[in-house]
């Protein structure tokens, strides 16, 4: 049986993970503070702040380590330079993260959904915690399947995009292989973001 889709090879997979901070009432609105994309080796490929576009009301130091100056200094790039960056750097890439629909939601990107290979959704990496139907956060991922830790502290974004590739890495060829022949295995992202895909 020939393949539907092909493989992709390593240059064509990259890594992203957002840091958000929150704006209007009580700071519950995220708001893209940060972002990262790493290669399939864990290279950097962009790392930058990003200024906001409106008035921060929680910078969630306390769990993201940014602070007003980063977000404020004249060297912060404004949100549409990053995006149209970022927006270039993923086209035509196979896109690795965890929980990638609230990094496409607020950069206001979308991306092919055959495109994406999210650890938060890979349906063997639920069941494999007894969790098939729920989202299962990045540090428990990690910690229960590759006995390492991650988000010790403050969230990092460069580290977050690393350990969902690791992740992705340790399932590559069984992923692959699955998708080139028609079978997706993973679950769908939440309908309310179906427009963070194409």
Known sequence: MAAKYPVPSSEKILAMSCTNVGVGPGGTTAMLARVSIVDYRGQIII????????????????????????????????????????????????????????????????????????????QPFRNALR????????????????????????????????????????VSSEWEEAISFGNWPSCLPPSTFSRCYL
């Open 47 to 122: 790392d930058t702040y990003v200024s906001p576009t409106m008035q921060v009301s929680d910078y969630r130091t306390a769990t993201t380590g940014i602070e007003a100056s980063h977000l404020l200094s004249p060297d912060t790039p404004a949100f549409s330079q990053v995006q149209q960056l970022v927006a270039d750097l993923i086209k035509g890439k196979v896109l690795v993260g965890h929980s990638l629909w609230n990094d496409l939601s607020v950069l206001g990107i979308p991306h092919p959904a055959v495109a994406t290979r999210d650890v938060a959704l890979y």
């Open 131 to 170: 969790s098939p139907n729920q989202v299962i956060g990045l540090q428990t991922l990690m910690w229960h399947l590759m006995c390492r830790r991650c988000q010790d502290g403050q969230l990092h974004p460069v580290e977050n995009a690393r350990a969902a590739l690791d992740l992705y890495r340790t």
